[in-house]
C-alpha cells in the first residue's frame, strides 16, 4: 500500500532558528519518486524538490536542504535559518512507477515562523 | 507564461446545482489532473487526463465529470453538488514523458468551493 506520513501537524519556531519536516513513505515499489511542495498561506502549491528513488545524495538549495533514507523509508526537509517567508504548509508527496499518474499527497505540516 | 489558471477563484453554491471549474495551461503539457484538498488533509485525485480525447478516474471521481477537448483546457464538471464537495479545487499539469517516470506535476491556483 502506498502512504505518505507527515506526523507533525504543526511546529512553531521563531526566526533564525533550523527546523526539520519529517516525511515517512511506504511503497512496494522499487522505482518511485519523492515531491515537497510548499503552500504559502495564498493557498497555491509551489514545488520545491523531485527525488527519484536510486538518488539517494541529499541535497542543498540555498536555505533548504533534504535528506533522503530508503533504510528508514525517510525524505526529511531542513530550512536553515528560518524565514518568516518560510510560514507555509509544507507537503510530501510520493509517485510511483507502476502508478505515476497519482500523487499520493501527505497530510502536511504547517510551519509557523515567528519574528 | 501563465503557467496553470483556473477560474472561478471562489464560488458558494446551493445543494443541487451544477457548475463548470475551469483549467488551463499554455506549457504545452500533455498530462493534466484534478484534485480535491479537504481542510487539514493532503490532496487527492480526481480525475486525470494524458492528452485530448483521453480522460480516466482518480481516487474520488463520484460526482464529478471532466472532459478534455483541447490540450490546453480540461475542466472539471461538478453535477448536483452536495455538502462533501465543499473543498479546495487545484488543476495541475506536467509535460506527459509517460507512464512510470515521476514527472513533476505544476498546479494552478485552486478553487475554492462552499456548497451550502
Known amino acids: 500500500a502506498q502512504k505518505v506520513t507527515q506526523a507533525q501537524t504543526e511546529i512553531s519556531v521563531v526566526e533564525k532558528e533550523d527546523v526539520t519536516l519529517d516525511c515517512v513513505y511506504e511503497?512496494?515499489?522499487?522505482?518511485?519518486?519523492l515531491f515537497w511542495y510548499k503552500q504559502p498561506p495564498s493557498g497555491e502549491l509551489v514545488f520545491l524538490i523531485r527525488?527519484?528513488?536510486?538518488?539517494?545524495q541529499n541535497e542543498i538549495s540555498g536555505r533548504y536542504s533534504w535528506n533522503f533514507q530508503k533504510s528508514t523509508s525517510s525524505f526529511n526537509f531542513t530550512i536553515t535559518a528560518s524565514q518568516v517567508v518560510d510560514s507555509a504548509v509544507y507537503f510530501c508527496?510520493?509517485?510511483?512507477?507502476?502508478?505515476?499518474?497519482?500523487?499520493?499527497f501527505g497530510s502536511g505540516t504547517r510551519l509557523l515562523v515567528r519574528p | 507564461n501563465a503557467g496553470v489558471t483556473q477560474t472561478p477563484k471562489f464560488r458558494i453554491l446551493k445543494i443541487g446545482q451544477s457548475m463548470t471549474l475551469q483549467c488551463a495551461q499554455d506549457?504545452?503539457?500533455?498530462?493534466m489532473y484534478w484534485y480535491r484538498q479537504d481542510p487539514g488533509m493532503g490532496l487527492k485525485l480526481i480525475y486525470y487526463?494524458?492528452?485530448?480525447?483521453?480522460?480516466d478516474k482518480g481516487e474520488v471521481p463520484n460526482g464529478y465529470n471532466v472532459s478534455r477537448s483541447t490540450t490546453e483546457d480540461f475542466p472539471l464538471r461538478l453535477e448536483l453538488a452536495a455538502p462533501s464537495q465543499t473543498s479546495v479545487y487545484f488543476c495541475?499539469?506536467?509535460?506527459?514523458?509517460?507512464?512510470?517516470?515521476?514527472?513533476?506535476?505544476?498546479f494552478g491556483p485552486g478553487t475554492r468551493l462552499l456548497v451550502l
Open positions: 508527496a510520493l509517485s510511483e512507477a507502476d502508478s505515476s499518474y497519482k500523487l499520493i
Open positions: 487526463s494524458v492528452g485530448a480525447g483521453i480522460t
Open positions: 495541475a499539469s506536467s509535460y506527459g514523458y509517460g507512464q512510470g517516470t515521476g514527472e513533476t506535476q505544476y
Open positions: 511503497t512496494r515499489d522499487t522505482t518511485y519518486y
Open positions: 527525488r527519484n528513488s536510486f538518488d539517494e
Open positions: 506549457m504545452n503539457h500533455n498530462y
